[in-house]
C-alpha cells in the first residue's frame, strides 16, 4: 500500500467539529476544568442548568459548549463566588487570613508604643 493513497488531497479536506452538548469527561477534554471542578460549579450553581449544562433522558449531566463559551466571554459580574474580585474592587481575605493580618499589626504597633 501506498501511503500517498492514504493521504488526505487538499481539495478532501476533512472538517472535524464536536456536539453542542458534551459529557463531562469531554468537556474536561475542551475546557481544562477537571470534571470534580464542573461538578463543584454545578453545585454550587456557578453553572445554571440550562444555560451552560442540562441533564440528558438517561440522567446524565452534559456540558453545553455555546452555554459554557458564554460563560467564559460573559461579564465578570456573572461570577457568583464571593472569593473572586471584582475589576476595580480589592479582593477580601479569608477570615482566619484577615484576623491573623490585624493581630499581627497590633503587636508590632505595641511593640513600637513600649519603646
Known sequence: MNLDSVRA?????????????????LANLLTGYSVKAMERKIERGDWQEGKVWRRAPDGRILIDVLGYQRWVEGPREAVTSDSRGREGQKMQLPVQIDLALKRKKEIESDGKATQ
Do not use: N
Open 9 to 25: 488531497h487538499p481539495a478532501e479536506r476533512t472538517v472535524v467539529s464536536t456536539a453542542r452538548y458534551v459529557l463531562l469527561p
